[in-house]
C-alpha cells in the first residue's frame, strides 16, 4: 500500500507560506497586467459594426490572464488562513485580494456598460464572430445581468465600500471562530479542540461523550452569539439595501443569477423533496429505536449506530477511493492518485485548522488544493471522495478559456457528489458483514438527510431571517427561535432537541461571496443522482460523455446543461422525483436490514 502524507505542500506554488516574496511578486505582475486592461477598457470604443473585433479580442486576452491571476492569490490566501487560523499575515493578504478584487469588478463593470451601449443587432452579429464564439453566453450574460445594475458609478461605489464594510462582515466572524475552542477529556488526557475538531467528536458511538460535546459546543457558540448577530446582521444588511437601490425586491434574485437557474426549477425540487420525506422521517425513528432513544436529539443525527465503528488510515481511504474511481472512470482514478503523490490534500487531524473541508482552484499553475481534516470514519472518506470530484471538475476545464471555467456553485457540486456517490455505494456493496453493511447505507442516507433536510433547513431560515431583516436587525432570541422553527419543519418535527445556534455555527450564512450558500448543494446531489444512473446503465463512452457535461457547466445555464446531457427539463417534478426515489431506496433497504424479528 502507498504511503501518502497527509499535509499540502503550498510551496510548489508560492514557497515562504504568508510571506513569500514569490507571492508579492506575483502580486505586482497581477497589478501591471490589471493597470493594462483598466487602460485597454478605457480606450474601448462601442463597436458600432461586428467587424471591430480587434480591440475586444486584446481585452478578453488580458481578462484571461488576470482572471487566472487573481483567483490563483485568493486560492492561496483561503489555503493559508484555513491550515492556520492565527495566521495574521495570511489575514492581511485576505484583506488585499479583496481590495483587488473590487478593483477587478470595477474594471469590468465599466466593460459591461460599454457593451450595454453597443446595439443589439451589432451585439448579436459580434458575437457570431469566431473570435468570439466560445465566449458567446458568459458575454451575453454579462451584458444582460448589467442592465440589472445600477449605474457604473453607484455600482462602483458600492462594490469600494464592499471591501470594508460587506467583505469585512464575514473576515470578522472567522476571526471570532479561530479563536474559539473547548475543552475535552479523551483517553485521560485534556485537550483543547478546535470548533471544527470538536464537531468530528460528534461522530463518537458513546451517546453520553456525544452530549457533553455537544453541550460545550453549544456554550462556546452561545457565548459569541451576540457578536456573530452583529457580523450576520450588518451582513445581511449590506447586501438587502444593495438590492434596495437595484429595485430587487427578491432576496433569491442574486443566487439564482449566480447559480444559473431559474426559481421555478427552486421551488419545483424543494416541493418535490418536502412531498417525498415520509420515508426519511420513517428513518429518523428508526435509527432511534436502534440507539435505545424515543426520539434523536440534534447531536445523534451524525451517531453511528454500531458501536463497532470501522476506522481507517489515511493510506487505506486512499486506496479504497482510488480503486472504486477506476471501476467508473480510470481518468478520475489517474487525477486523484496524482493529488495524492504530489501533496494536494491538508487532511492532517490537527488544532488551529478552519471547521469543514473545501476544494480550491489554482488555474494559473493547472492546479487544486483541497482541505479537510481526516479522522478516520466513514464520513471522512465520503468527503475525501467529494472534494476529489471537485478538483477533477477543475482538472478536465484547464484547457478551457478561464471565462468559461466560472461554473456555478450548484453544478459544482454535482462532480463532487458523484464521486462521493461512487465511493460510498461501493463501501456498502463490499461490506463484509450485515453489520457494516447497515453502518455504511446509513452513512449513504446521513447525507440525503444532510441535504434534503438540513439543507432544507437552512434555506427556510436564510429566506426567513431575510423577510425579516428587511424591517431592521433581527435579536439574538428571534435568531434563535427562526433557526428552531426551520429546523423542526425540515426534520418533520421528528426531533427530540434542536439547535438554537445553528446561525451562528453555520459558516455559509456568513459568507458574502456567495448568497444563499445553502440550495446548490441539494441541487447538485439530486443532479449527480441522475448522472451516477445514467452511469450505471452506459456500457462504455460514460467518462467522455463526463468530460463533455463537466466541461459546459461554465458555458450554459442549468436548465440547458440538463436538456442537452441528460434529455430531462428540470422545471418538471419528474426528474427530482425520479432522483429522491434513488435515495429512498436505500432508506427502503434500510429499514428492512434493521427490522425486529416479530415472536
Known sequence: MNHYESTWDLDSIFKGGSKSEELKSYITLFKGNMEDLAKSVEAFSVPTSAEQTEELVKILSLMETTTKQLREIGAFASCLTAQDMSDNEAKILTGKRSELGAE?????????????????????????????????FVLDERRANAKERLPLEQEILIN???????????????????????????????????MGQAANRLSTPDSAARKEVFGKISRAWEEESELFGETLNNLAGFRLQTYKHRKWDNPLKEPLELNRMSEKTLDTMWKAITDQKAPFVSYLKRKAELLGLEKLEWQDLNAPITKSTQRVNYDEAAAFILEQFAKFSPQLAEFSQMAFEKRWIEAEDRAGKRPGGFCTSFPDSQQTRIFMTFSGSATNIS????????????????????????????????????????????????????????ALLEDKIKRSIAFFMNIHSRFLFETRFYEERKNGAVSVDRLN???????????????????????????????????FYNFPYTFGYLFSQGIYAKALQTEGGFEESYKALLRDTGRMTVEQLAQKHLGVDLEQAGFWEEAIALCVKDVEEFLELTEVPVG
Request: hydrophobic share 40%; net charge negative.
Open 481 to 515: 427561535q427562526l433557526a428552531v422553527e426551520a429546523q423542526q419543519e425540515a426534520y418533520g418535527g421528528e426531533l427530540a432537541s434542536y439547535n438554537p445556534t445553528f446561525w451562528a455555527s453555520t459558516l455559509h450564512f456568513h459568507i458574502t461571496g456567495v448568497p
Open 104 to 136: 477587478y469588478v470595477s474594471i469590468l463593470a465599466k466593460l459591461d456598460q460599454k457593451f450595454l451601449q453597443t446595439e443589439d443587432g451589432v451585439w448579436t452579429r459580434l458575437l457570431e464572430q469566431p473570435a468570439f464564439q466560445p465566449l458567446a
Open 160 to 194: 469600494d465600500l464592499s471591501v470594508n464594510g460587506y467583505s469585512a462582515w464575514n473576515q470578522m466572524y472567522s476571526s471570532i471562530v479561530a479563536k474559539m475552542s473547548i475543552e475535552h477529556t479523551e483517553n485521560g488526557e485534556t485537550k483543547k479542540l478546535s
Open 383 to 438: 468527503t475525501l471522495a467529494h472534494e476529489l470530484g471537485h478538483a477533477y471538475h477543475q482538472h478536465v476545464m484547464n484547457d478551457t478559456e478561464a471565462l468559461n471555467q466560472r461554473y456555478a456553485m450548484n453544478v459544482a457540486e454535482t462532480a463532487s457528489t458523484f464521486a462521493e456517490m461512487v465511493v460510498s455505494d461501493a463501501s456498502v456493496k463490499n461490506a463484509g458483514t450485515k453489520e457494516e453493511r447497515i
